[in-house]
């Protein structure tokens, strides 16, 4: 066990984390999304206590998080149609998958020895300040221990990493509250994980359909996309619009519950409230001796597919 230091967003604050990444340790930070374990992306090291500070059971590949276009063209291939929705999206809930450049001096655990990187620019001011502060890019999957639910507070990383890591930038509640969108450039664009960017706004941007996860039975989705994933303790039922007898429910729009992810049945709210929502109905349900959550339908356009897609792995029988 390690003492985690919880850091204001100032400039002692920024320099304390800078001063820990470089020398190897992990700052958990608030991005627009989620908060982000961070460590080192040039540090094999590094990276491999981000793993195991998660408790992962496997080495998926991680999201390498840069300052600008100019920092991330160093590390990937970019073509035209790539930079034009990084100029539209960056900073944004977007993780562009592209080509790897052999000189960009990233850990290769970082990729899990892929020919190819995930990136984003994220759109939080603590982050870009991290950013800036350490001066290179910095390796961060959501800040929560493997396979619960994604943290959107420094209060919910210290719940599941307090020990573990060496600090946590404390910058408040996150905005948008589901992680990024991603998409692969590799061939025709496809999302390989629906997230905080919705499939329409990337099809407007480039003028034409793209491939989504879920379409495509023959490639396999994002590696670590696990079935059994961000589950609370309690088990999950989904589309109810009622709660039965030992269920805690969990509300949208019309449909009342314990608690609501959305009262107006706002997708976008709803998106922001549904970790934190997961967690609240979970403790309500073992204070209750409940066993299970029921979840409101929720409807499959924009942020709800990112919504249905994370409540069906919540959903997903635990093996
Ligand atoms: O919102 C977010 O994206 C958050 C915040 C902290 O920025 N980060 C996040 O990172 O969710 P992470 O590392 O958990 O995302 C990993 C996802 C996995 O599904 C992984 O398989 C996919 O990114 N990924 C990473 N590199 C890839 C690659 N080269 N090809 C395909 N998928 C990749
Ligand atoms: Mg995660």
Redesign the pocket.
Known sequence: MIQTATLAPDDIGLAAAAATLRAGGLVAFP?E?????GGDAGDDMAVARIFDAKGRPRF????V?VAGVAQAEQIAVFTPAARDLARRFWPG?L?L?LP?RAAAGLSHLV??D?P???L?V?AHPV?LALLRAFGGPI?????NPSGRI?PTTAAHVLEGLGGKIAAVLDGGPCA?G???T?L?L?DAPQI??Q??LAQEQIEAALGAAVLAGHDTSARP?????LASHYAPNAGVRLNATLAEQGEVMIGFGPVQGDLTLSPSGDVVQAAANLFSSLRAADVLASQRGASRIAVAPIPNIGLGRAINDRLSRAAAPRS
């Open positions: 991005t999304t989620v908060y982000g374990l998926n590949p991680l999201i998080h809930p993780t998958v790897l990729t899990a892929l190819s990187v995930a984003r994220p982050a390796a961060a999957p959501s800040a994604s948008v589901v992680e990024s991603i692969s590799l390989l994980r997230g905080g989705v994002a590696p670590g996309q």
